[in-house]
């Protein structure tokens, strides 16, 4: 399943689309840092896909964990995760 998640960018310089999968077999917490104009935190299942708006220059932190308490494991660049046209 794709999910999509609409923000507000109202005042967005440079716009772009991201794509991110849960590639583990944990469930995962993604959240958008250095965005600006919105921001984003998720639940990710495993194998799920995610499409979503963001800034080239914003940071996607990727959190999991067990126990109830949540690591953060990877940051990835939004540069690195956009689609293609």
Known sequence: MIETCE??????TEEV???Y???TTEIQII???N????????IVFPSEKLLFVGQPKAQLEIYTGSNGKAILSDIISCANLLVEK
């Not at 923000?7 to 967005?12: D, I, R």
């Not at 600006?36 to 998720?42: F, G, I, P």
């Open 7 to 12: 923000t507000s960018l109202v005042n967005a």
């Open 31 to 33: 959240r958008i840092e």
């Open 17 to 19: 689309l991201c794509f």
């Open 21 to 23: 999968t849960n590639t």
């Open 35 to 42: 965005n600006s104009n919105s921001k984003l935190e998720r």
